[in-house]
Nanobody, 123 residues
Framework: QVQLVASGGGLVQAGGSLRLSCSAR????????MGWFRHAPGKEREFAAAINWSGGWTYYADSVKGRFTIFRDNAKNTVYLQMNNLKPEDTAVYYCAVGGPYASMAIYEYSYWGQGTQVTVSS
């Protein structure tokens, strides 16, 4: 029912920045947690960052803390991921997702997924 459209990926050099965005369209609630997961080559999909409906709580994987910032615009049902000081190991397909009000870091807590946007960080 809900469609997620992600954008903002691209190719950057190590140390560079990207801002990902994801807009939820359809029957969605502003109380939903929104998050980002990533799927790197040869690895399982893993949690990157999430933000609760009010924006008061954010969650980050240890690997991105201090470098990534997640924020949202509820009026637009859009979540953003500001990615700074990118590293080659950040290379992955990034997927946005929508979960319930209390979702945090687990894949199973999210019900809707976007198509993914490729982030490639060169050395």
């Amino acid at each position: 029912q809900v469609q997620l459209v992600a954008s903002g990926g691209g190719l950057v050099q190590a140390g560079g920045s990207l801002r990902l965005s994801c807009s939820a369209r359809g029957r969605t609630s502003s109380t939903n947690t929104m998050g980002w997961f990533r799927h790197a080559p040869g690895k399982e999909r893993e949690f990157a960052a999430a933000i609760n409906w009010s924006g008061g709580w954010t969650y980050y994987a240890d690997s991105v803390k201090g470098r990534f910032t997640i924020f949202r615009d509820n009026a637009k049902n859009t979540v953003y991921l500001q990615m700074n000081n990118l590293k080659p190991e950040d290379t992955a397909v990034y997927y946005c997702a929508v979960g319930g009000p209390y979702a945090s870091m687990a894949i199973y807590e999210y019900s809707y997924w976007g198509q993914g946007t490729q982030v490639t960080v060169s050395s």
